[in-house]
């Protein structure tokens, strides 16, 4: 009988915790729209507001934990901050969810 390849434990440890901080993140539904929200393009807080009906100040700390995580990326036009999803592996992993769980378009 063949054996499966051993994987490194130390290396198996950091990919989980890696795995556990992105689920972290995307464990809050604020957090949750505005990624799905910014996966199809950049855009500005107050068009984010606006969109999603998520109100200040809740939508300044979720903006601040997406920041802080290295999440998403800003920058400034004006008296304008854009976002925008900054880590391609949340891409892939919204793109997922999306697929499974959002509802289909006719």
């Avoid at 989980?16 to 992105?22: C, E, L, M, R």
């Avoid at 200040?56 to 995580?69: A, I, K, Y």
């Avoid at 004006?78 to 891409?91: E, T």
């Amino acid at each position: 009988m063949k054996q499966s390849p051993v994987i490194d434990p130390q290396a198996l440890r950091g990919a989980a915790g890696t795995a556990v901080a992105a689920l972290k993140v995307l464990a809050n539904e604020d957090r949750l729209l505005l990624l799905c929200q910014l996966s199809r393009g950049e855009m500005c807080v107050s068009d984010l507001e606006e969109t999603l009906d998520i109100h200040q100040p809740t939508l300044s700390q979720q903006l601040g934990v997406l920041r802080n995580e290295g999440v998403v990326s800003t920058r400034r036009e004006g008296k304008n901050v854009f976002y925008s999803v900054a880590n391609p592996a949340m891409l892939e992993i919204l793109a997922l969810l999306y697929s499974l769980y959002c509802p289909k378009e006719e």
